[in-house]
């Protein structure tokens, strides 16, 4: 009782506001924990289900765990199609892991109304947990994050670091901010991974999951969010970066601008990417001429290609047995696996340019970006 009145003794001030987080002059946790656990995509599923395992092994430290994600959404044609979140996903048949749908910070206060937790942990949920809720808990809040922290503070960690082509990466477990994204204690930091040249968001998601997921259990079972900070942040040799969330025009490539290597980063990081081909036809008795969007899915780099006529960036053409579309770059040259035309099927490069002068007209075999100038 006594440690719940400190914890509500809350400094005000900016400069000296801290992560909300208690701390006992014993390193021993006395209480079961009651988890409160939020939670939305596969990076989060990795952490939950070694915290589920955990507690099956371990039932006299982790009483029980609630699950708080977001809300079903609908999507497809006419809305008609409810696809889960994955860790609604998880969660589902396993009675003992309770789903709480939240989506707001009222909704999440909300909660508390009916349920009681002594420890909040959030892995990519999106939404900062409330002052009020954190304060509920006795021993605060804790966060995975997919990188070494401070270094790609945000929301696209895992991007940030194929997109800017690190050799390395890793896990840092932090305490939660009440008022912001991953300004709070750091209380446990992984040692570097490699970041392999085969690997893409998908995999780095997998592995970091499975070190988040570790160092997530290390936390829990040695009682660490319950001791003092260490000096582990203010010795830090990763210097502040943010992660910020990426918008739908980063996935357009500049050919003039970007790297064989950068559009393969920029491919592992986000997937599918996007360009421009300008169309000139009639259609209809209609006149068209306008840029159309194509999507470029799954990017190789060719090195030491020379073909003939593809000297500025953006200009493509099949190469000598029809089974790659080479596109010139900044620097060289980059073969999609996949193409797909505004409003058409995904396409092999063969299918694609079979059906360029159709959709096209006489146009020059050329990618160009949005801010291309067509009356040039």
Known sequence: MIRLLLRRIVVRSESIFKAVRPFSNSNAVSERLKIAY???????????????????ANPDKIESIHVITRSVKSRGRKSKTFDDLPIGNYCA????????RADSLEEIKSILDNHRFNLTVAVSYGKLIPRLFLESCIFGGL??????????????????ALINDDKFTGCTIQTLHPTKFDQGDVILRSDEIPIAQSDNFISLQLKL???GGNLLLKVIDEDLFNQEPSEVKDSSKYEFSLASKITSSRNQILWNQ?????IKRLSDALGPLHTYK????????????????????????I?????NGLQK?????????KSILVIKTADGYIAPKSLKFQCCKEEVPLEFMRSLYRRCGSTPDEFVSLDTDLSA
Do not use: W
């Open 38 to 56: 939020f939670g939305t995509d596969e990076f989060s599923v990795s952490s939950l289900a070694k915290l589920y395992a955990y507690k099956q």
């Open 303 to 307: 090195p030491n290609f020379d073909v």
């Open 93 to 100: 048949g396993r009675g003992d892991l309770p789903v709480i």
């Open 313 to 321: 960036p953006g200009l493509f053409s099949l190469n000598a047995d």
């Open 258 to 262: 970007m790297t064989a290597r950068q």
């Open 209 to 211: 999951g499975d070190l």
């Open 143 to 160: 966060n995975v994050h997919p990188s070494l922290l401070p270094r790609y503070s945000g929301s696209s960690p895992i991007q940030y």
């Open 278 to 301: 300008l169309v000139d036809i009639v259609k209809k008795k209609q006149s068209i001429k306008e840029l159309q969007k194509v999507i470029i899915i799954g990017v190789t780099e």
